[in-house]
T-cell receptor
């Protein structure tokens, strides 16, 4: 399967714990995006990388959230001191640099904070 | 503020019937408009993409329209199948980010 992959698919954690999610984009894609989606809502943009550079961050990305893409390939999203409101599906997408890029989404990581 | 509004919120139709989903957007600057299909527990999958100069785009039984003047788009599904049951999300592309609607939840029943 050469699509976008995410790990883990599900994560249950206690409030206050730290969690880290991984995204592996399509190999030839240099753009990588993180989104958060809660039940009944569309995905909300969190942050965007072009290669290893983090070019944009949403105001939704509080200081407890950090994303990295150190080698311009896979990316990690870490949430520190999780809160119940962090419970959501975290989606990763990747695209090429073409003008009419299509973002290809991974299956998501569903986080539940107890 | 960039906004994408979709209607109806949910829809139930019989297998074989047609349906139309609506999307209104206020996004600036506007690059293109996409419709995504999202199955439960899965990531969204792109169905169509249209720029402001394109009025209609088809992908099999899916036909999307775009009126850039009124900032409205529709997704028409012909001869629905049970596998069409999903959330259909309208997305207006502006800059780096995609502005997502909340989606229309479609259920196709036998």
């Amino acid at each position: 399967d050469t699509g976008v992959s995410q790990d883990p698919r599900h994560k249950i954690t206690k409030r206050g714990q730290n969690v880290t999610f991984r995204c592996d984009p399509i190999s030839e894609h240099n753009r990588l995006y993180w989104y958060r989606q809660t039940l009944g809502q569309g995905p909300e943009f969190l942050t965007y990388f072009q290669n290893e550079a983090q070019l944009e961050k949403s105001r939704l990305l509080s200081d407890r959230f950090s994303a990295e893409r150190p080698k311009g390939s896979f990316s990690t999203l870490e949430i520190q001191r999780t809160e119940q409101g962090d419970s959501a599906m975290y989606l990763c997408a990747s695209s090429s640099s073409e003008a009419r890029e299509t973002q290809y989404f991974g299956p998501g990581t569903r986080l539940l904070v107890l | 503020k960039n906004q994408v509004e979709q209607s109806p919120q949910s829809l139930i139709i019989l297998e074989g019937k047609n349906c139309t989903l609506q999307c209104n957007y206020t996004v600036s600057p506007f690059s293109n408009l996409r419709w995504y299909k999202q199955d439960t527990g899965r990531g969204p999958v792109s169905l169509t993409i249209m720029t402001f100069s394109e009025n209609t785009k088809s992908n099999g039984r899916y036909t999307a329209t775009l009126d850039a003047d009124t900032k409205q788009s529709s997704l028409h599904i012909t001869a629905s199948q049970l596998s069409d049951s999903a959330s259909y999300i309208c997305v207006a592309h502006s800059g780096y980010a995609l502005n997502f609607g909340k989606g229309t939840s479609l259920l196709v029943t036998p």
